[in-house]
Each structure stands twice: as C-alpha cells, then as structure tokens.
C-alpha cells in the first residue's frame, strides 16, 4: 500500500499535527514503508505459536498486602495548614 501526500494531510490534520508543506513527501516515504514491514510481517507464519502479553520473562515481586498504621493522626496533621484536631480544615468552594 502506498502513501500519497493526499493520505498525509488528511492522517495529520486528524492528529491536529501542523505539518510543513515540504516534510509531506518524506512522511509519506517513510509511513509507506512502515506499512510494507506490516504487510511482510503479516506473511509469517504463526500457526501454533501462542499469544505473549511480553516477550520478557521475569517474575512480578509484590509485598504482602497486610494493614498496619505507620503514622499517627497528630503528625498527619500537624502538615496540614488548618484542622480542628482530627480533621483538616479547607476553605469552602462553591
């Protein structure tokens, strides 16, 4: 398939992308090849192969998920620029 300078104004105007007048031929060139590397990698075989979610193999380390309190209120909110001792206090917006 290839690519017209016709197809690269209208993909970059609906990507609202300013592209200049004399970058469209060479866009053009490379999204066409692009599209051939699509289609050669189309032709291969892969029947039987079964599908990766990635081609990286390496094990998730994830911690346990356990409750535990690493803060107490009184330093939480002394952060805070206003409270009334248990709770911040936020100016009201409407």
Do not use: W
């Not at 609202?16 to 031929?25: H, S």
């Not at 409750?67 to 009184?74: A, L, P, T, W, Y």
């Amino acid at each position: 398939m290839s690519i017209t300078r016709d197809d690269v104004t209208k993909i970059a105007k609906l990507a609202r992308l300013d592209l200049p007048e004399d970058k469209q031929d060479l866009f053009a060139s490379q999204m066409g090849d692009i599209l051939a590397y699509m289609d050669e990698l189309a032709q291969a075989d892969t029947d039987g192969v079964e599908p990766l979610y990635t081609p990286v193999e390496h094990l998730t380390r994830m911690r346990a998920d356990e409750v535990r309190k690493d803060c107490q209120r009184d330093e939480i909110l002394a952060n805070a620029p206003a409270s009334d001792g248990s709770h911040f206090i936020v100016p009201k917006i409407v």
